[in-house]
């Protein structure tokens, strides 16, 4: 309920100033209905900067009356610099902007700095040009005259408008502040004639007394800044988090805004036969007799025909100009291409409206007090064989096959001779997908290969509009950026070797063809090798929070409409034989005013599979709010997994020839991908270097390892250099590398690492030194000592060497971490054996992951002699972590001291992964029969 102060006997009446309309400012004392603030105390005291914000509307005789009082007190060189120039708003074919005073307080003094003649200059406001908006404002500025830090300064002004498009009526609104905005003295104060009906609202958590009377006005007094508000959540309706403000006008309600904008616009779109437009309009009708077509013809020609310019000269805020005027100039704005299009419709029998939306209050609108101010938008709505089509001439890419789209604005008023009431959008699904995704994917080189990736999307829409500009410029580097995004951390992350885009203006869709190679699709975790089959259904963001009481009653807001269909044709390894899917393949189920669909099946040598997901804008009832947690727990767990068989054929056990066959289409992408990428993007060259480590190309990932240590130095290129060094048997070369990793980030993981090579190479005392400079945490403490020890075995100090390695699993001895160091550390040196086992065990029970803790104790089992049981352990290692080199190793070495068959396929695998490991083990002494 809004509410209204009706007329009251008067008790006196104080006339206001008529507005006179003009380019420069008036000086002019505050007009009497103006209650000045008094400063003097809060200059005395200690407070914010900011000492007082006073805002003070009278509106009376059609004309709203704005006046504000501002003082800032200037406390250091910052504040100076922002406040030294000044600058005043208005618009001049709707009123006037007249200064009061402009003072400086210094020292008890007041300096009058209109009596001395400063003045503000006047520019056209056109910032907004290159947004292609020219509001009609003028702006007033000035460079305040020998301001200093520790003065305050004041200034007061006044703005009238009386608005064209109204007429006789008129509407203020007035945003308040809250805390924690820091302010001495603040307030807002809404008068009026008692005997004119003057209607007010603010938002619920305000709390107002009735108005005032005096001398015949009413007045409404807030004092600022209101209390902090509670917050709310931030997928709340709009309604719940709008802007606190007091809002005002003569508007009765909807029917009679509606009532007073429509004539403006039914003259605007009042064309003559002879006219262009009409013309226009004639010819559509020559092309088609559909009226669906003929409507959106009309909406392409206005979209593309006539560029977007925000003109707010001469009344142009509220006022339209003409359809003629448009077509002539080619530009204009929202209303003037409403008109436009309004014309065009008429002209061929279609029943249309302009209807005013708002973009950003949605929801909230119905809330709002009736004013035209509650509204920033205007588009038209058509009725087709009884159904509601709502245009928008200043969107992009419109064809008949998105016509039917229904735009995010909630609600519309419909501006009708007589007037009209809100009207509610009702929303549907989009006629087509806003984006469609079809991804190609030959990963027939392996499962533990990398993909060669085609992706093929396209977007319709305003998105399609965008990528247009992306076409017409042809400018390798935008392609370049846009390449890079395909390259960040999703399933489909992608090096991309070419980047082709297009755009079809009859269908209004643009194309966009991403080739590359994307890492491996399968992980194998604890044992289990998947694929996850994501046909788009992604519902992890929707976890609403309602857990406050005082959000209990809170619906949640639904983003929309939306609509994205995705597709997968993924070429299988081993010509698909024995490949299944676990889960789900098809399902059909929604949360919310969200649906999702999804397909996949296997046929042959190929994965297929497909996916759409339809959003509607809307809300979620609290009640609906607990159904919808479950729905969308629902489709999370109908996950979809591509299950490759039990036999699958690992990158290691193929031949050095058959490696190199798979892997040359890959190496040919990633070249493709380094040639396309700028020369400042060393992404695809990582992932080749990456993918030739992988396949045990050593040299060659060594070569690409130089270029990265060259030209883009980091503690990880030196660190991944270091290991390839170590693998080609350098071990200078493997050192210095580390050094230079550790002197780019001086980790302490990165210092053991260099302090064992020290060890190694027989430096005891710099390891030490490099161990002992260390700023070492609690929780870094059992790697400390565990290095300590390595150090002390590797100088024959072994009696040294097990007291730091007791200490370490003394610091946490139930940690499975703690417990695997000492047991490695004593298979490796050969010392503790004889509790060894139990030490090794209970780190496999505390384990998440027990691979490295099995290959620790199948090296204390491979010591003592029972190598059944080291190649048993091993072999459950291996389950866990096929790419273990180290366990393939020692398994080689236990099957060798058992005489049982596969030690030296487990051998060649092992040297194929890590050729350093012969060399290690052996000087531990483990090495193979004699």
Sequence with gaps: MYRSIVALPLVS???????????????????????????????????????LFDWQHRLEDGVAWAYVDWAQRIDNPQSLMQSNTQTLEWLPDKGDLIVHSMEIYRDGEVIDLLERGV??????????????LLDGSLTATV?????????????????????????????????????????????????????EEIYWDVEERVELAEPELRDGYQYITVDLPLAEPDPTPMDAPRRFHRPTVLRAGSFADWNEVSAVMAPHFDAAADVGADSDVAGLARGIMGKTDDPLDRAARAVRLVQDEVSYLLNGLDGGNYLPQSANETWEVRYG???AKTVLLLALLREMDIEAEPV?????????????????????????????????????GTSAATRLATLSDVPPFHYALPLREGGADLIPMTQRDLAMPQMRANVTMDHSAGIDFPALVTMDIQFVGPTAAQMQAVVDANNPAMLQSMARNFSGGSDLAMQVSSLDIAYDDEEAVASLQVRGVAQAQFEWVDGRLRSNIDAGEDVSEFNPNRARPAWRDIPVATPGPMRQAFGMRMRLPEGGDGFTLEGEPEIELGYGNTRITRTASIDGDELLATGETFGLLGEIAPDDLPDARRAARQISSHSLQLVPPESVTWRWELSDAQRAERAAPL????????????????????????????????????????????????????????????????????????????????????????????????????????????????????WHLSMMATIAAAEGKLEDAQDFMADAVAQAPQSADALNSD???????NVGLEDALDVCTRSIERASNAAAALDSRALIRFRQGDYEGAIADLDGALAISPGLSESHYLRAMAKMHADVDGAQEDLTIALRMAPHLEAFYTRHGITAPQ
């Excluded at 001086?746 to 053991?752: I, T, V, W």
Aim: proline letters at 5%; a negative charge; one cysteine or more.
């Design 333 to 335: 704005d929202c209303k």
């Design 119 to 132: 003045t503000f200059d006047v520019l056209r406001r056109e910032q907004g040009l290159e947004d292609r």
């Design 13 to 51: 009446i104080v006339m206001s100033a008529p507005a006179h309309a003009g380019e420069e400012p008036l000086y002019q004392p505050a007009p009497a209905w103006v209650e000045e603030a008094d400063i003097d105390a809060a200059i005395a005291q200690d407070g914010p900067a900011t000492l």
């Design 356 to 392: 005013l939306v708002s973009s950003r209050m949605g929801d909230a609108v119905p809330e709002l007090l009736p004013l035209p101010a509650a509204f920033d938008h205007v588009i038209v709505h058509a009725v087709i064989d009884g159904t509601d089509y709502w245009l928008d």
């Design 823 to 829: 047991c490695w550390f004593r298979g490796l040196w």
């Design 143 to 195: 460079s305040v005259p020998g301001l200093r830090e520790g003065d305050v300064l004041r200034i007061a002004h006044t703005v009238s408008t009386s608005d064209q498009a109204l007429g006789d009526e008129v509407q203020a609104t007035q945003y308040l502040p809250s805390e924690p905005w820091q302010v001495g003295t603040a307030r807002a104060v809404l008068s009026w004639p008692a005997d």
């Design 667 to 782: 190496l040919e992408a990633y070249e493709k991908a380094i040639e396309f990428a700028d020369e400042d993007d060393f992404q695809p060259l990582i992932a080749r270097a990456m993918f030739l480590q992988s396949i045990y190309d050593f040299d060659a990932a060594l070569a690409d390892f130089d270029v990265l240590a060259e030209e883009q130095p980091s503690s990880w290129a030196f660190s991944s250099r270091s290991w390839l060094h170590r693998a080609l048997g350098d071990e200078k070369a493997m050192l210095s590398d580390m050094q230079a990793a550790y002197e780019l980030d001086l980790d302490n993981g990165l210092a053991r690492e260099v302090a064992q090579m020290l060890a190694y190479d027989g430096r005891y005392d710099e390891a030490r030194d490099l161990m002992n400079s260390l700023a070492v945490t609690d929780d870094d403490m059992v």
